[in-house]
């Protein structure tokens, strides 16, 4: 099994840093789709309508909730996958039903596959996309502007990923 591609696949000793480049465009892309979801109603003028409809503010929001995440998911298979395609291609990796512990780096996860543990990996990009919407949003109720919103939500976001990642 060639353990570079799997190690490139993951953001592991990666020369470069292409898939922190992909994960820092996917951070901005969310805040500049969430920052549009969460304020709109403020900035146009709607909410007081919002909260007198039938529908109220709590089936809105929950709503809005759910196109979030389908906005981080697409955005995190937008971003993601023509890194994990590309991986495939010039590395050739089929091994995703072997133990992890055959990479060197996953010594101590012998009871994920391989393909679960990549799964996982990008799943929790995907999550952590959501959770910039979330925190986009509570920036948005603190701060009326639409650019600084969306230029605080930046800086609060892509901390964790230039500092982690």
């Known amino acids: ?13 990666l020369p ?8 820092i ?11 549009r979801l969460w304020g709109e109603d403020e900035w146009c003028g709607t909410g007081m309508l919002c ?7 709590k089936k809105i929001t ?5 196109w979030n995440f389908l906005y981080a998911l697409f955005t995190g298979i937008i971003v993601y996958a023509p890194w994990i395609w590309r ?16 990479l060197t780096v996953f010594k101590d996860i012998g009871f994920m596959s391989l393909g679960n543990v990549i799964l996982c990996s990008y799943a ?17 109720r603190k701060i009326s502007s639409q650019s600084l919103t969306v230029y605080t ?3 609060f976001s892509l901390l964790p990923v230039l500092l982690f990642a």
């Open 153 to 155: 939500a930046l800086i």
């Open 1 to 13: 099994m060639y353990e570079k591609g799997y190690l490139l696949l993951l953001g592991k000793k």
């Open 124 to 140: 929790l990009r995907v999550l952590y996309l959501a959770a910039v919407g979330c925190v986009t949003k509570m920036v948005q």
């Open 87 to 102: 991986c495939g291609q010039t590395y050739s990796l089929q091994a995703w039903s072997v133990t992890a512990d055959n």
């Open 16 to 23: 470069g840093g292409y898939l922190k480049l992909c994960s």
């Open 51 to 57: 909260m007198a409809s039938r529908t109220g503010m």
């Open 25 to 35: 465009l996917a951070v901005v892309v969310m805040v500049l789709i969430s920052a």
């Open 62 to 66: 929950h709503r809005k909730m759910c």
